[in-house]
């Protein structure tokens, strides 16, 4: 069995050598990926019966057009979701154009003139600064007078009651915690941690309605932030729930009143989720969020495996392979601007689409530095799928993420080994020593 997959890796341009190494590596790993087939399997009967319990059928499949009106399919596929979150209800929409979309949505349904939005976990994702208004931008919430204030996290990147407690005014209508890193050296929050903040702000306000920026987390646990507390949760379906096969959209959960209002600012006052044809797209929602945690699965494993052969190689990573995981992206620290771009180039190369593509660095809108991005997708932009990016500064981080299968996670990384290596960026004897 391995050595005719070896002989395939070698047809692929992957050596003996680095591919002994992996096995080396993945060897180490059997447990904790018995731990993350352990919560797929839960998670895949979560959403099996959410779909059997509100009698998911052929029906449900075929979308409408036009105004969307009496779209079943639509409404039971906001059930399930409301289900699968333990939520009073759901918007899930082709229409919500991506995860920044769903945050502002719920952001601008939330809050009013005068009221005073808190980030509760220190700076947010770098799209959020220009709807809030940290960035000036036309039509931000700073523009409609809504004003906002930042608790910063402590010197472990752990949020901070304190900070949040001395955050607090009376004008403080919504709290918003982003649950993943993004793009920042900081531990992405697990689920138990964001309902002890919930607790928290609670305790001193229970008028106070929390939002959780669910982004790279769905699926990766057992339970979700809508379960300790949140009222409100949103996210990306080119991430995980779209389980790699929704073609584009967002959801939010959460609750009725806050959903409906939402649905206000994504078509009108007064429509509210009654419009909003599905087009062709349910069965690729179906279908994906049926996939999602199978899917999830599999990026966590490539995440891991990422970090456990990187960190043998003597590079920094973050998160570290032994540590906990509440989402799906992996950072490496490479250290110079030519082993980044060979990363990035190694999994473009293994992709299933433009495989044949060198990706290069670019001055990208809204960034300090040029960007390099990596993404041989089916869905165009898509971050379940294989990917990295990294901004080319210091320290010349990457960071990877996705794999619709263990299989593709594990031949990309493995590709990135074997194309440092050939770049003399990694050291052979870093190797051997596992040979
Ligand atoms: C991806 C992401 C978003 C939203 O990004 P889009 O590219 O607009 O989908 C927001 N927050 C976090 C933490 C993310 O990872």
Redesign the pocket.
Known sequence: MTMETAEMYDKMGVSREVYDFTEHIIGGLKERFDRIDDTAEYNQLKVLKAMQDNGIGEAHLSGTTGYGYNDIGREALEKVYADIFHTEDALVRPQI???????SLALFSALRPGDELLSASGK??D??EEVIGIRPSGGSLAEYGITYAQAPLDENGRMDPEAIRTRLSPNTKLAAI?????YQTRPTFSVKEIGEIVSFIKGIRPDIRILV?N??GEFVERIEPSEVGADLVAG?L??NPGGGLAPCG?YLVGRRDMIEAASHALTSPGLGKEVGASLGVLPLFYQGLFLAPTVTASALKGAIFAAAAYEALGFPVYPKASEKRH?I?QAVTLQSAEAVISFCRAIQAASPVDSFAAPEPWPMPGYDSDVIMAAGNFVS?S?IELSADAPIREPYTVYFQGGLTWPHARFGITRTIQQLLDDKMIDRGALKCYH
């Open positions: 154009a991506c995860g920044t979309h769903a945050l947010p994702y799209t959020l982003q649950r993943s890193k993004g920026d982004c790279y990306s080119i991430k967002g989402d992206i932009g971050s």
